[in-house]
């Protein structure tokens, strides 16, 4: 079965740190791109940051830079993202997402465009 899922989610402190895992399975994700997304509640969808699958070039969004990191972990095919100096303005449900047929990570990290496979989500709260 050919999909995406999110761990590592879950409550973290202003200023702290959460790491999010993307794992696929029934297919290996090492030559696509892949996004990060975050819904916050009563807000609409917005990219985070992405990984080109082509050269590993990074993209984030204004808000997050130098606080967060994407990675790849072939091995283990998982994408991770690395969330330092949290804020509560980080707060919200981050999904992963890929597309298996076009390159699509650039600065707009893929927003507004169809993507083939979503994952779940993993819920983050940060708040004291």
């Known amino acids: 079965q050919v999909q995406l899922v999110e761990s590592g989610g879950g409550l973290g402190q202003p200023g702290g740190s959460l790491r999010l895992s993307c794992t696929a399975s029934g297919f290996s994700l090492n030559y696509y791109d892949i996004s990060w997304f975050r819904q916050a509640p009563g807000k609409e969808r917005e990219g985070v940051s992405c990984i080109s699958g082509n050269d590993r070039s990074t993209y984030y969004r204004d808000s997050v830079k130098g606080r967060f990191t994407i990675s790849t972990d072939i091995d283990k095919n998982t994408v991770y993202l690395q969330m330092n100096s949290l804020k509560p303005e980080d707060t919200g449900v981050y999904y992963c997402?890929?597309?298996?047929?076009?390159?699509?990570?650039?600065?707009?990290?893929?927003?507004?465009?169809?993507?083939?496979?979503w994952g779940q989500g993993t819920p983050v709260t940060v708040s004291s």
């Open positions: 997402a890929l597309d298996r047929v076009t390159r699509f990570c650039d600065k707009t990290l893929g927003a507004g465009r169809y993507l083939e496979i």
